[in-house]
Nanobody, 125 residues
Framework: QVQLVESGGGSVQAGGSLRLSCAGRIIGSRSCVAWFRQAPGKEREGVAAVYTGGGNPDYADSVKGRFTISQDVAKSTVYLQMNSLKAEDTAIYYC???????????????????WGQGTQVTVSS
């Protein structure tokens, strides 16, 4: 069964760091993988996306300079390193993946059909 599994969430104080992982057999050498988040009472929003075949990752303005998306294709895993965390980063974080056929790799919800279950990130101020 094709699936994605997120891990690495938790609770941290403002200014701290966490690294999220997204693992799944669908993640190969030509995959588009993205991270999204959904805070309580808010819509799900794109955070970052990476095409495992190369090119520059895409980031939301709110996380640029603080978050880094990276990949380990051999492990079928994509990571989201989150530094300088803020209270407003508190959310459930989801990863999503697709093949390379859908055009530019961006964190756009409509582009993805395969999603993980999410992992909670809580940042206390």
């Amino acid at each position: 069964q094709v699936q994605l599994v997120e891990s690495g969430g938790g609770s941290v104080q403002a200014g701290g760091s966490l690294r999220l992982s997204c693992a799944g057999r669908i993640i190969g050498s030509r995959s588009c993988v993205a991270w999204f988040r959904q805070a309580p009472g808010k819509e799900r929003e794109g955070v970052a996306a990476v095409y495992t075949g190369g090119g520059n990752p895409d980031y939301a303005d709110s996380v640029k300079g603080r978050f880094t998306i990276s990949q380990d294709v051999a492990k079928s895993t994509v990571y989201l390193q989150m530094n300088s965390l803020k209270a407003e980063d508190t959310a459930i974080y989801y990863c999503a993946a697709r093949g390379a056929y859908g055009g530019a790799c961006r964190a756009r919800m409509a582009d993805f059909g395969l999603w993980g279950q999410g992992t909670q990130v809580t940042v206390s101020s």
